[in-house]
């Protein structure tokens, strides 16, 4: 209640994988903290930890992605594929806030929201925020 920001409301009292959503209760309505699905951009230690997508271990804290995507298509949705410093590309989690980028990333294991970087499929006029990892 008061806080400035729901899902860092969610991820900070609830836990990094829950996420804020309304009940839905018309004149009842409220909001409430749940778990969400994780995807693209959060922590892992092996594929296991990311369902249909790949463990990029040279992240700090692994990052959940696909690997040398070329254009956007190739990435799940709500991500976007981005040139990376190491050399590859690799789907990034679209982000409003820093908040969207602490989902599903615990302690330690940051990314941050950035419009800095280089979309790899710069013709197709992409263009916003991803939650970039720290290497």
């Given at each position: 209640a008061?806080?400035a920001?729901?899902q860092?409301?969610c991820?900070?009292f609830?836990?990094?994988?829950?996420i804020?959503?309304s009940s839905?209760?018309?004149?009842m309505?409220?909001?409430?903290?749940?778990p969400?699905?994780c995807?693209v951009?959060?922590d892992?230690?092996?594929?296991?930890?990311?369902?249909?997508?790949?463990?990029i271990?040279?992240?700090?804290?692994?990052?959940?992605?696909r690997k040398?995507?070329?254009?956007n298509a190739?990435?799940?949705?709500?991500?976007?594929c981005v040139?990376?410093?190491?050399?590859?590309?690799?789907?990034?989690?679209?982000?409003?806030?820093?908040?969207?980028?602490?989902f599903?990333?615990?302690?330690g294991?940051?990314a941050?929201?950035?419009?800095n970087v280089?979309f790899?499929?710069a013709?197709?006029?992409?263009?916003?925020?991803?939650?970039?990892?720290?290497?």
């Open positions: 008061g806080a920001d729901d860092a409301f991820q900070r609830a836990g990094p994988d829950f804020c959503r839905g209760g018309g004149s309505n409220r909001k409430v903290c749940v969400g699905t995807g951009g959060a892992c230690a092996t594929n296991v930890d990311c369902t249909n997508l790949e463990c271990s040279a992240f700090n804290g692994g990052y959940c992605s040398d995507c070329v254009r190739d990435c799940p949705a709500d991500s976007s040139s990376a410093a190491d050399g590859h590309n690799y789907c990034y989690k679209n982000c409003a806030t820093t908040s969207d980028c602490s599903c990333r615990h302690d294991s940051s941050s929201c950035s419009s280089t790899a499929d013709d197709a006029g992409i263009s916003g925020s991803v939650c970039v990892p720290t290497l």
